[in-house]
């Protein structure tokens, strides 16, 4: 688990990939400007082994975890983005959970 961090588009912002163990599953936090503040998102993507990751808008997992309503500076990027990591246990479980719920819905 990587954390990196830059400016962007919209300025600064802060991105970690963490590997979910299941169905090529990769948990993505990231953290950036939004309107009125700032904004740390968790979405699951499927990583296909060809250098591309993929994300199906209706079906994978996606939630918005914390916002600020702050300034867009390195450190406020930076306290934020830790902030989802310390609960990323919480947002694994609710990812984990959303396929489980997904997956016994198919059957």
Do not use: P
């Not at 588009?9 to 802060?14: C, K, L, S």
């Not at 309107?35 to 997992?61: H, I, P, Q």
């Amino acid at each position: 688990m990587e954390m990196q961090i830059g400016k962007g588009r919209d300025g600064w912002e802060a991105k970690t990939a963490i590997e979910m163990g299941a169905a090529n599953r990769v948990l993505i936090v990231s953290t950036g400007k939004t309107n009125g503040g700032m904004v740390t998102r968790a979405v699951v993507n499927t990583d296909n082994k060809d250098g591309f990751l993929t994300w199906d808008m209706f079906g994978d997992y996606s939630a918005r975890t914390v916002y600020k309503g702050a300034r867009c500076t390195e450190k406020t990027v930076r306290e934020l983005h830790q902030l989802a990591l310390s609960k990323i246990e919480e947002t694994l479980a609710a990812a984990r959970a959303h396929y489980a719920a997904k997956e016994g819905a198919a059957a």
